[in-house]
């Protein structure tokens, strides 16, 4: 597809259905639409730019993959059993697909979409993060209480390091050097010396951690507590918790505010917190640690991944088997898409 | 010893050697064999708790204490509880406990006391003068009363882990008692709540006579009224339907069951109240109008069920499994949670103290995550867990309530029970 090409799409995927609730009649917003179309490219607006955007369907045992061009699932793959935690490899040639119920990591090829091989993960794999030099693999096993550290290219395990109770969510600093593993039922975010394999420091948060995500530049890893409701921000140098961030929203039950995926743009001032079934997502001045914004996404909104630019930030929408697409630049959601059963996790590529 | 005790014991050492491996914490090998032991020769316990604990960790005794009492056998094989009821559920919190106590030098142990309630008074007695402050309970309401009176001077907390009277959460309410276990009260509200959910608003109550039984009427009439259903017809089963074993047996039944529930008025489901299951499960497929049955059987209300999959709860379940070699009961379940309660509190007052550990478990702060989705926590009105609480067929999990639209100021979970407004305690009311 041609740039100009790219960019008619999207004008059309994107804002004629914005301009249809608008204005009521399709015929007239389809018209209205178009008009805009021309007014844009007049204007010289850059279109989105195409990126593959991959997304793990719970129940139905696939994958999505989404053009983040046309905003449509462009193909499903079918994968291993119960696929939940989803990334690339540094290279972006490989598809790392937790597939829990096979109690494997499945590798895909990203180009040819094939099955490479599997990964030795240890029992019932959830999520994983990649070390940023590329090669070591840290999974945690939700239901042995360890994460498992394995060689992407040997396909072997190098560690096992014990945790606390149900560990789910992994963060690893910019420079590698310190992992952070949340444990669901003990209420911690584990310390981990990367270098060592062994806890360094154990911080405890609000229940059911969820996820752990260092800022870009490495000085702060906000942790997500599913039922305690809350965000801590933690110092990684000093494990002091420097902010604990609460969410309200009116006509939403303080309980059904979870929050679980959380993201962190790359030039550091936004962050956003998927809330679970309070089906919204909170956007966070990370200079204030204030809420700026709820943004409705989907039902029981769990992870989260932005696009290589920035721009774009997709949600996986648990229980509606949806994705929303927020515009982050305008704090706006753009639309949903319609994926597979139970959609768990993302992650878009650079391609 | 039969060969389901041993299987469960091995799971316990696996366990341990499992934790060990990964914490090489040397205390935890005795207080294990500890648990392990107590299964076999609970005499021992006491002596062989002093002797392990290294004096650097915090210790937290926590006794089990279950009423041995003369119950008639369920009507079906499949309702057999297992050996280690309740046990089982306590030993996976205390290894949780203990998985989060490492990291905070804190070690959590377990004895198991079953015994005749006499017995079980007196035993337990005997270990709160020993120091030890957290009793979690399985008993009927008279030993419930009886122990909660006796300690009543001491620096005990009380869970009551067994018994659903509502009578334990009012006008009997202690003040060293919290209750795991639902009422009776949360229990009808929530199926009150479907079924008006569900429009099936005119009810047929069928009620066993004993007075458990008739408690649970009790509870079906107030939900009845709370949430706009009505019962259009009620029976008492007096109903002798003989011991439950025999040759044949299913020819008579087929023949009194329709004629038990002949004369109706037009009524949408049948609400069985018969807790120990001596007839309610004779009801299903044999009454005389073709209608669903719910309440004590058919669709019931419970605080866990072994094939619950939501929230995480799959992880939990395969914990219990490989631990147990069985499935999770509802009381395997209401032991975890209070054994839970005691370590969460532990962890979060950073403190083995008994004191700190009561303060922060009744406090506003103190929040469980318990594999139901939500928050738990105790009502300060009566020391009633809140939670939401399952609708299920034996198989499956059919509904969760509260149920949409049914609201409340504060928190939906106290759609279910006896609510601060109405609530008749007065030993909560004046701490």
């Given at each position: 597809?041609?740039p100009?090409?790219?960019?008619f799409?999207?004008l059309?995927?994107?804002?004629?259905p914005?301009?249809?609730a608008?204005?009521?009649a399709p015929g007239?917003?389809?018209?209205?639409?178009?008009a805009?179309?021309?007014?844009?490219?007049?204007?010289?607006v850059s279109?989105?730019k195409?990126y593959?955007?991959y997304?793990t369907?719970e129940k139905?045992?696939t994958?999505?993959?989404i053009?983040?061009?046309?905003l449509?699932?462009v193909?499903t793959?079918?994968v291993g059993?119960?696929?939940r935690g989803?990334?690339?490899?540094?290279?972006?040639?490989?598809?790392?697909?937790?597939t829990s119920?096979?109690?494997?990591v499945?590798?895909?090829?990203?180009?040819?979409?094939t099955?490479?091989?599997t990964?030795p993960?240890g029992?019932?794999?959830?999520l994983?993060?990649?070390?940023?030099?590329?090669?070591r693999?840290?999974?945690?096993?939700?239901?042995?209480?360890?994460?498992?550290?394995v060689?992407?290219?040997?396909?072997?395990?190098?560690a096992?390091?014990?945790?606390?109770v149900?560990?789910e969510?992994?963060?690893?600093?910019p420079d590698?050097?310190?992992?952070?593993?949340t444990?669901?039922?003990t209420?911690m975010?584990?310390?981990?010396d990367?270098?060592?394999h062994?806890?360094i420091?154990n911080v405890?948060?609000?229940?059911?951690p969820?996820?752990?995500?260092f800022?870009?530049d490495g000085s702060?890893v906000w942790?997500?507590?599913e039922i305690?409701?809350?965000?801590?921000v933690?110092?990684?140098?000093?494990r002091?918790i420097?902010?604990?961030?609460?969410?309200?929203i009116?006509?939403v039950?303080a309980?059904?505010?979870?929050?679980?995926g959380?993201?962190i743009?790359?030039?550091?001032?936004?962050?956003?917190v998927a809330?679970g079934?309070?089906?919204?997502?909170?956007?966070?001045?990370?200079?204030?640690?204030?809420?700026e914004k709820?943004?409705?996404?989907?039902q029981?909104v769990?992870?989260?991944?932005?696009?290589?630019d920035d721009?774009?930030l997709?949600t996986?929408?648990?229980?509606s088997n949806?994705?929303?697409?927020?515009?982050?630049?305008?704090?706006r959601?753009l639309?949903s898409i319609?994926?597979?059963?139970?959609?768990w996790?993302?992650?878009v590529?650079?391609? | 010893?039969p060969?389901?005790?041993?299987a469960?014991?091995?799971?316990?050492?696996?366990?341990?050697l499992?934790?060990l491996?990964?914490s090489g914490?040397?205390?935890?090998?005795c207080?294990c064999?500890?648990?392990?032991?107590?299964?076999?020769f609970?005499?021992?316990?006491?002596?062989?708790q002093?002797?392990?604990q290294?004096a650097?960790?915090?210790q937290v005794a926590?006794v089990?204490?279950?009423?041995?009492?003369?119950l008639?056998?369920?009507?079906?094989?499949?309702?057999l509880?297992?050996?280690d009821?309740?046990?089982?559920?306590?030993?996976?919190a205390i290894?949780?406990?203990?998985?989060?106590?490492?990291f905070?030098?804190?070690?959590f142990?377990?004895?198991v006391i079953?015994?005749?309630?006499?017995d079980l008074?007196?035993d337990?007695d005997?270990r709160?003068?020993?120091?030890?402050?957290?009793?979690v309970?399985?008993a009927?309401?008279p030993?419930v009363l009886?122990?909660?009176?006796?300690l009543?001077?001491?620096n005990?907390?009380i869970?009551?882990a067994?018994?659903n009277?509502?009578q334990?959460?009012?006008e009997?309410?202690?003040?060293?008692?919290?209750?795991?276990?639902?009422s009776?009260?949360?229990l009808?509200?929530?199926?009150?709540q479907?079924l008006?959910?569900k429009?099936?608003?005119?009810?047929?109550l069928?009620?066993?006579a004993d007075?458990?039984d008739?408690?649970?009427?009790d509870a079906?009439?107030?939900?009845?009224?709370?949430?706009g259903a009505?019962?259009v017809?009620?029976r008492t089963?007096?109903?002798?339907?003989g011991?439950?074993?025999a040759?044949g047996?299913h020819?008579?039944?087929?023949?009194?069951?329709p004629a038990?529930?002949?004369?109706v008025p037009d009524?949408?489901v049948l609400?069985?109240?018969?807790e120990?299951g001596?007839?309610?499960?004779?009801l299903?497929y044999?009454?005389?109008d073709?209608?669903?049955?719910?309440?004590?059987?058919?669709?019931?209300?419970?605080s866990?069920h072994?094939a619950?999959?939501?929230?995480?709860?799959t992880?939990?379940?395969?914990?219990?499994?490989r631990?147990a070699?069985?499935p999770?009961?509802a009381?395997?379940?209401?032991?975890?949670?209070?054994?839970?309660?005691?370590g969460?509190a532990a962890?979060?007052?950073r403190?083995?103290?008994?004191?700190?550990?009561i303060?922060?478990?009744?406090?506003?702060?103190?929040?469980?995550?318990?594999?139901?989705?939500?928050?738990?926590?105790?009502?300060?009105?009566?020391?009633?867990?809140r939670q939401p609480?399952l609708?299920?067929?034996?198989?499956l999990?059919v509904?969760v309530?509260?149920?949409?639209?049914?609201l409340h100021?504060?928190?939906e979970?106290?759609?279910?029970?006896?609510?601060?407004?109405?609530?008749?305690?007065k030993?909560?009311a004046?701490?």
């Amino acid at each position: 597809m041609r740039p100009h090409q790219q960019c008619f799409a999207w004008l059309r995927a994107v804002i004629a259905p914005h301009l249809s609730a608008h204005l009521g009649a399709p015929g007239k917003s389809r018209a209205f639409a178009w008009a805009l179309t021309f007014a844009v490219l007049g204007a010289g607006v850059s279109p989105l730019k195409a990126y593959t955007v991959y997304v793990t369907n719970e129940k139905d045992n696939t994958v999505s993959i989404i053009d983040s061009s046309k905003l449509e699932v462009v193909k499903t793959i079918k994968v291993g059993q119960r696929p939940r935690g989803i990334t690339l490899s540094k290279d972006q040639k490989w598809l790392l697909i937790c597939t829990s119920d096979d109690n494997t990591v499945q590798v895909w090829d990203t180009e040819t979409l094939t099955f490479v091989k599997t990964l030795p993960s240890g029992p019932d794999p959830e999520l994983f993060i990649l070390h940023p030099a590329g090669n070591r693999l840290y999974i945690a096993n939700e239901d042995d209480n360890i994460i498992t550290v394995v060689d992407v290219a040997e396909s072997t395990v190098l560690a096992e390091i014990a945790v606390g109770v149900e560990p789910e969510g992994l963060g690893i600093s910019p420079d590698g050097g310190l992992l952070v593993a949340t444990s669901e039922t003990t209420n911690m975010a584990h310390f981990i010396d990367t270098a060592t394999h062994t806890i360094i420091d154990n911080v405890l948060v609000d229940s059911r951690p969820r996820v752990a995500e260092f800022t870009p530049d490495g000085s702060q890893v906000w942790v997500s507590a599913e039922i305690g409701g809350k965000v801590s921000v933690i110092d990684p140098k000093s494990r002091k918790i420097l902010a604990k961030i609460a969410f309200e929203i009116p006509g939403v039950t303080a309980d059904a505010i979870q929050p679980v995926g959380v993201r962190i743009s790359r030039n550091g001032k936004l962050a956003f917190v998927a809330l679970g079934p309070a089906n919204r997502v909170a956007v966070i001045d990370t200079a204030t640690f204030k809420v700026e914004k709820y943004l409705l996404v989907g039902q029981r909104v769990w992870q989260l991944a932005f696009t290589p630019d920035d721009k774009l930030l997709f949600t996986t929408n648990g229980t509606s088997n949806d994705v929303s697409v927020i515009d982050v630049e305008k704090l706006r959601v753009l639309r949903s898409i319609r994926v597979g059963r139970y959609p768990w996790g993302v992650v878009v590529a650079g391609h | 010893m039969p060969l389901r005790r041993n299987a469960a014991r091995n799971a316990v050492l696996d366990g341990t050697l499992r934790t060990l491996r990964a914490s090489g914490a040397h205390g935890l090998i005795c207080s294990c064999l500890l648990i392990a032991t107590q299964l076999a020769f609970p005499a021992m316990a006491a002596s062989q708790q002093s002797a392990s604990q290294p004096a650097a960790r915090q210790q937290v005794a926590i006794v089990l204490a279950r009423e041995r009492r003369e119950l008639p056998p369920p009507l079906s094989l499949l309702d057999l509880p297992a050996a280690d009821d309740a046990v089982a559920g306590a030993q996976l919190a205390i290894n949780d406990n203990n998985t989060t106590g490492r990291f905070l030098k804190q070690e959590f142990s377990l004895e198991v006391i079953q015994a005749v309630a006499d017995d079980l008074l007196r035993d337990v007695d005997a270990r709160v003068r020993q120091g030890v402050s957290f009793i979690v309970l399985d008993a009927s309401p008279p030993t419930v009363l009886a122990l909660a009176d006796r300690l009543k001077d001491r620096n005990v907390l009380i869970l009551n882990a067994g018994a659903n009277a509502d009578q334990l959460r009012d006008e009997g309410c202690r003040r060293n008692v919290v209750h795991t276990a639902p009422s009776r009260g949360m229990l009808a509200d929530a199926l009150a709540q479907y079924l008006v959910w569900k429009r099936w608003r005119r009810w047929f109550l069928v009620a066993g006579a004993d007075a458990d039984d008739q408690a649970f009427a009790d509870a079906v009439r107030r939900g009845a009224k709370r949430f706009g259903a009505k019962i259009v017809q009620e029976r008492t089963f007096t109903l002798d339907p003989g011991n439950r074993r025999a040759d044949g047996g299913h020819e008579q039944i087929q023949e009194q069951i329709p004629a038990f529930t002949q004369n109706v008025p037009d009524y949408d489901v049948l609400v069985v109240a018969d807790e120990a299951g001596q007839f309610g499960d004779y009801l299903p497929y044999r009454s005389w109008d073709a209608r669903p049955v719910a309440g004590t059987q058919g669709l019931v209300a419970t605080s866990w069920h072994p094939a619950l999959e939501q929230w995480g709860a799959t992880q939990f379940q395969n914990r219990f499994l490989r631990l147990a070699n069985r499935p999770m009961r509802a009381l395997d379940y209401n032991v975890w949670v209070a054994v839970r309660s005691i370590g969460e509190a532990a962890t979060r007052a950073r403190s083995a103290t008994a004191n700190d550990i009561i303060a922060y478990l009744r406090s506003e702060e103190f929040e469980l995550a318990a594999f139901k989705g939500r928050k738990l926590s105790y009502r300060s009105w009566n020391g009633q867990l809140r939670q939401p609480i399952l609708l299920a067929t034996p198989k499956l999990t059919v509904t969760v309530s509260p149920q949409p639209g049914f609201l409340h100021p504060t928190s939906e979970l106290d759609t279910l029970g006896s609510d601060k407004p109405e609530s008749l305690c007065k030993a909560y009311a004046s701490p």
